[in-house]
T-cell receptor, first 116, second 114 residues
Framework: NAGVMQNPRHLVRRRGQEARLRCSPMKGHSHVYWYRQLPEEGLKFMVYLQKENIIDESGMPKERFSAEFPKEGPSILRIQQVVRGDSAAYFC??????????????FGSGTRLTVV | QKEVEQDPGPLSVPEGAIVSLNCTYSNSAFQYFMWYRQYSRKGPELLMYTYSSGNKEDGRFTAQVDKSSKYISLFIRDSQPSDSATYLC??????????????FGKGTKLSVIP
């Protein structure tokens, strides 16, 4: 029973390029959450999605960042025109229902983005 | 004042010691509390979650919540070298419209020395 799968594990992008981070939730989970962990900082919420819907994007930067969770396939976090400040670990979590936020999610191993 | 404060450590203890990890918070609306363990270069792993004030025990781990003091703790008994990791507290208010986020502390790095 595979857990939350994120790929790639490591991603290097030059400034100005696009970064695409993928997240496949656990089997049977239809709720996905993205968090960012900057160096020496705690995890910060970015966005919560259900299939084909963005439910809460209050933590997403207004520009360059977008997220989707299509009917088929993984959830994608997309960062356009990356800058050095985007270098961080990006974690995806999933839960079977929206109540996962009360009882804890299951996190993936993360994608570590380095912008050079 | 940050919403959640957590001493980053590092905390170093001998094997077999009792470890106490703590977080304080300022938002009295927080009602759900969790502890996660994060090994180096890995994702956070849920250890425990609690809702009410008091203690909750699971094996060697005990989570304690004191809402009146806005203070939560995680105790680890008979600590093992495999417990060496960063421990993150997380919390959220009673569900309100449009809010599904957890607020995390920065984490405490623990080393258990054999």
């Amino acid at each position: 029973n595979a857990g939350v799968m994120q790929n790639p594990r490591h991603l290097v992008r030059r400034r100005g390029q696009e970064a695409r981070l993928r997240c496949s939730p656990m089997k049977g989970h239809s709720h996905v959450y993205w968090y960012r962990q900057l160096p020496e900082e705690g995890l910060k919420f970015m966005v919560y999605l259900q299939k084909e819907n963005i439910i809460d994007e209050s933590g997403m930067p207004k520009e360059r960042f977008s997220a989707e969770f299509p009917k088929e396939g993984p959830s994608i976090l997309r960062i356009q025109q990356v800058v050095r400040g985007d270098s961080a670990a990006y974690f995806c979590a999933s839960s079977p229902t929206g109540q996962g936020v009360n009882y804890g999610y299951t996190f993936g191993s993360g994608t570590r983005l380095t912008v050079v | 004042q940050k919403e959640v404060e957590q001493d980053p450590g590092p905390l170093s203890v001998p094997e077999g010691a009792i470890v106490s990890l703590n977080c304080t918070y300022s938002n009295s609306a927080f009602q759900y509390f969790m502890w996660y363990r994060q090994y180096s270069r890995k994702g956070p792993e849920l250890l425990m979650y609690t809702y009410s004030s008091g203690n909750k025990e699971d094996g060697r781990f005990t989570a304690q919540v004191d809402k009146s003091s806005k203070y939560i703790s995680l105790f680890i008994r008979d600590s093992q070298p495999s417990d060496s990791a960063t421990y993150l507290c997380a919390m959220r208010p009673l569900r309100r419209a449009g809010s599904y986020q957890l607020t995390f502390g920065k984490g405490t790095k623990l080393s258990v020395i054999p």
